[in-house]
């Protein structure tokens, strides 16, 4: 039977919900499944973490040079840990993309990157190629599997669990190279991009940092999480953590707002799990029309003060 | 201080990839191939800091068979000083890549690495990672700014809260992030000029590297595609639309 070990996702107070989307996949995998949080008085956190349905046992390290998730410091502690387990999963996070590799060397492996689905406990599909390709990819026998989990592709894992918190000594000191200095968010208070039920994104069409503002409006008037499309990041209407694609988020809402987006194939491959998909384009020829549930030909400076009243 | 870039030839980004019928792979058949545009991001980012007096010499490597050669010219060509290719039969998977570089790296004794945080063929995003594993030295991943002062690097790393400041010793991996800068274009009399500049070949042997593809890929399959859905003309008849599928 598996074992399973998921490096819980968190930033020192709450559990990201990446976590319990692993558990899904640990889930579909089969066997015991215990959840491994690091940091610097994590208390907090193994309780959220020991409170997923179906979790047999949360392992916490503490320590000062563990505060932050450097994967210098925090992938020998993982790969330690790892030794009891025949998998080891994270999310495919930045947080997780950054680390698991470094743990799957350090065990002499290679890693199962953005897994979307569990076929047996060693053969899993990806993504390549921008998700113009799906591989089956299996491991052979006997080694650690390694793999970060593509969170879109899950569902969080629900239910009300108990499991035990053992508490554990870090086996590993400070690798003293690596320093973490700071985090510069611009989230606010707006629900989180990649959890948010509904998103509401915007793109070049937009023009200006100033014009993004529509979009934050019409956002917040539907307790909608905001995105961008990689042009309007580049173009600097928006910063970074709200680009949703290939190369940003990969997001699943229930409902996407695209306005403005053509829908380059590195945007869609981030927006391919979304329920449904509504564009609005003035160009009548834009490919994000090919994968919209619902399409609007329009401008959006027309259209959204339209919704806007629709909906009051 | 030298600098070691990694690059990997692959499909060009502007390729629309289609898998085969028979699921045995990709078409690759005479498609365009290019230098993986993460990696020369990495190297523009090379580039720079030895014009700015930082980095004395930029290495480009490659793994693979001769035809990666085409890579390491466009790399010379964009400014690089000499070239090495680690002479491969086929692909390798991250981990033997990681390895190979690895041995490359001892030998060069490089103050950074800088490579691309993920090709654009097999998604993987480890290889940077796996390499300062072995290596054991620090990782800057995602990087959207690098400043060097003397022995350390202070990056800037896109992560999805924001952005990440780390602080690392040299030598370090660093894996690079669209942001970091724009590639330059290469210049026809640069191309000339990368023709008589070194490539040296390593056989992966000699290197001591054995090949460990332990994943196995079965099939390939095309990705499940979006229905179009329907259009409508307008936005009380989106808003109808939604309100009918109980969205709003």
Known sequence: MSKILIVAEHDGQQLNLSTAKCVSCAQKIGGDVDIAVLGQNVDGVAAQAAAIGGISRVITVSADHLEHPLAANWAPEITTLAADYSHVLAPSTTFGKDLMPRVAALAGVNQFSDVMEVLDERTFTRPIYAGNAIIKVSAAAGSLVAMTVRTASWQAAAGEGQASIEARDASHADSGHTRYVGLKSEGGERPDLQSAPMVVSGGRALGSEENFSIIYQLADKLGAGVGASRAAVDAGYVPNDMQVGQTGKIIAPDLYWAFGISGAIQHITGIKDAGTIVAVNKDAEAPIFEVADIGLVGDLFTVIPELEQLLD | ?248
């Open chain 2, 1 to 248: 201080m030298k600098i070691l870039v990694g690059i990997k030839r692959v499909v060009d980004y502007n390729v629309r990839v289609r898998v085969l019928p028979d699921g045995s792979g990709v078409d690759t058949e005479g498609v365009k191939m290019s230098v993986n545009p993460f990696d020369e991001i990495a190297l523009e980012e090379a580039l720079r800091l030895r014009e700015a007096g930082k980095a004395s010499e930029v290495i480009v490597v490659s793994a693979g068979g001769d035809e990666c050669q085409q890579q390491l010219r466009t790399g010379l060509a964009m400014g690089a000083d000499r070239a090495i290719q680690i002479k491969t039969d086929g692909p390798l998977q991250p981990l033997s890549a990681a390895r190979a570089l690895l041995k490359v790296t001892e030998r060069e004794q490089p103050g950074l690495v800088i490579l691309g945080k993920q090709a654009i063929d097999d998604d993987n995003n480890q290889t940077g990672q796996m390499l300062a594993a072995l290596w054991n030295r620090p990782q800057a991943t995602f990087a959207s700014e690098v400043v060097l002062d003397g022995e350390k690097a202070t990056v800037t790393r896109e992560v999805d809260a924001g952005l990440e400041t780390i602080e690392v010793d040299l030598p370090a991996v660093v894996t690079v992030d669209l942001r970091l800068n724009e590639p330059r274009f290469v210049k026809l009399p640069d191309i000339m000029k990368a023709k008589r500049k070194p490539l040296d070949v390593l056989p992966l042997e000699e290197l001591g590297v054995a090949v460990e593809n332990d994943l196995a890929i079965n099939t390939y399959s095309p990705p499940p595609q979006r229905q179009k859905g329907i259009m409508v003309e307008t936005t009380e008849q989106l808003v109808q639309e939604l309100k009918n599928r109980g969205l709003l």
